[in-house]
């Protein structure tokens, strides 16, 4: 049986598709989603209902003879409802969404990003592959997010150091990172590779690689190395760096990472 | 007058219903809801426009023969607009909600309980009667909250101790207990009955009953008894336990937490 | 080219509007928004895609004999899709929204004001001219905001000292001031003018004009004349009073504010 009203390979009919937008194959659209001019969706993606995607940009509201950018959304896409994808954006494949994320123009996403419900990137960002944002996060504008980063519910990364001014400075976060529930990145703050900033942490300076830092204001804890389990049967385990003994929706499920590392150098040696 | 578009007792032309739903007595409906398969809403319910009920979990996007789980919500709810609560729970009656909350799978509510504006309960959880959300809260998975709880807004119940990982530790709130604005309650941590947490506090450590904390992270203020009101009028009143001097919306409304206690007692003695 | 679905100056024929509204010259009106009795909106505006105007208060839901006090929204709106406006609030010309905003009833919104995706403004508010609130900020019930205020994401303006409890206690913010990322201001905090909130501060005592306050617990930096830029190139500039720099979307822009504040000046003088 399949879900009334959310058929797969449906596009439902209060859906409203611009004509000079292009759907790829089987590709599932949920009821009242709205696609303006110039998106491109991937194939075999599925769209939940009261989404809008191809959103005009602010110069839509003042400019007579404005037109949507491109929005490239590649295959396999899961967009969840009430998702607001801007036009003027490029997304990887394998996207996934919770809902209500909103995702504004000049952004560029890698491939296997998931975004957590009510998260908002605010444009003009780059995300790398396989990161990982929770639910309202907040990713300011000119942020550079690497590969295989955390981003815990209710993050910000700031971008102005002076408010209000012209000045933006945006956040980098090095790959592997792992940012706690409700922390703030001040404007221009670069985070190193493989670091954890600690949930509720506001944090003023750089954080070097493999650096835990924690506290309003963050204070260098040391090395993430230093992590143990406590949990009862699990004492004594290195936590740190995650990619060491987390595998789930990441490329090296079920072989680790260390083993898909090798896979890896031996086929660009290969190459 | 009855209000144009959202006339009570009426379901929306517009709504989409499955025919698998079941829909009570005297229900209203507003424009451009969707309900999926298997969603029950009990009697003299009032549906906001653009709400999602029976919203399907993750295995839909997996599983070809998926089929949604029941949602069973009870008489008298009242589900703001943009609201979307997951297949696959229960919810008891008189529920109330905010705009765009999200209640996910697998999770049980009381009677009586409301759930503040863009709130998210994201899975697994157990809510007791007339517990009291508002807006902006994240409760994570697994999380158990007790009977007349407040949580304020922005707080978080967060699970994984050490982010990311397996490892799944709800956050437990005992009766009649206070979680003041944007606080987080880290994994795993035991809330007491009648106790306050403080605003913008990190709780590292488990609060035992009666207890105030407050900050970040946060520190063991003492005995709840000893908060007095400092407003001209009111001074030395003692605020707290508040189910002393608070009634709006509670079962002791008119009467009072002590005659209502005592009734309850007789009650239970004459049964 | 006009965008399709969003054809500037056209009444999308999904939109939902009672006969009881009453909309001005050249609105934008997109799909599937719903306008409830006694709307009214000025010429020009632009209400986006699954929006809500006129939403009923909470007496809806418990009086039979209901009806919608009037909205008033002035020309040049511009209101983002999914946004939710009450009925009973009253809103000046050039109003700007994100996506998702919420404004509730008895609320007063001068001028030219901005309020970004997701933000919540919980009624019997006011708010003066120029002011701008970015996105995810709640705004308590009888908080009072002056004119050209800035509030930075997920801040929250408190009302209740005891919660839950029966008093009210709105915060007030004077002209010009600056309150950053998710600060929190505690019930009945005063912020002078021309003052600034760090990122991030738990704000218990009133903060008196032209001051710095940061932390958790806030504490008092000095003058915010001490805030020198160091940003190569900018070294050693005044930040604050933000007035003196900062001009976009300000009614000085192109003059500079002294010269805006002696043509005003003389411009009282003259009438």
Not at 160 to 175: A, H, L, R, T
Request: glycine fraction near 12%.
């Amino acid at each position: 049986m399949n879900m009334s009203g959310f058929e797969r390979g449906m596009i439902n009919p209060s859906a409203m598709i611009s004509p000079n937008a292009v759907i790829g194959q089987n590709v599932t659209i949920g009821a009242h989603t709205i696609i303006y001019d110039n998106v491109h969706i991937g194939d075999n993606s599925i769209i939940g209902p009261h989404c809008i995607l191809g959103e005009p940009a602010a110069e839509y509201y003042s400019q007579m003879d404005y037109q949507n950018p491109p929005l490239s959304i590649s295959e396999r896409a899961i967009i969840r409802s009430g998702s607001i994808i801007y036009s003027g954006s490029v997304i990887g494949p394998d996207f996934e969404t919770g809902h209500r994320v909103c995702v504004r123009e000049k952004t560029k996403i890698g491939k296997n990003c998931r975004i957590g419900t009510l998260s908002d990137i605010q444009g003009d960002c780059i995300l790398g592959d396989y990161v990982r944002i929770h639910g309202n996060v907040q990713v300011g504008q000119k942020s550079k997010i690497g590969n295989f980063v955390w981003v815990y519910p209710y993050t910000v990364l700031t971008n102005d150091p002076y408010p209000p001014s012209n000045i933006i400075m945006g956040v980098e976060i090095g790959d592997y990172s792992v940012i706690a529930t409700k922390s703030v990145l001040l404007p221009g703050i670069k985070i190193g590779k493989d670091s954890l900033v600690g949930a509720m942490s506001l944090v003023r300076h750089d954080v070097p690689d493999e650096t835990v830092v924690i506290g309003n204001p963050a204070k260098n804890l040391g090395s993430i190395h230093h992590i143990f389990n406590t949990q009862p049967g699990m004492e004594g385990n290195q936590m740190y760096p995650w990619r060491e003994h987390f595998e789930r929706g990441m490329p090296w499920q079920g072989i680790g990472y260390q083993q898909w590392k090798l896979m890896l150098q031996k086929k660009d040696h290969n190459v």
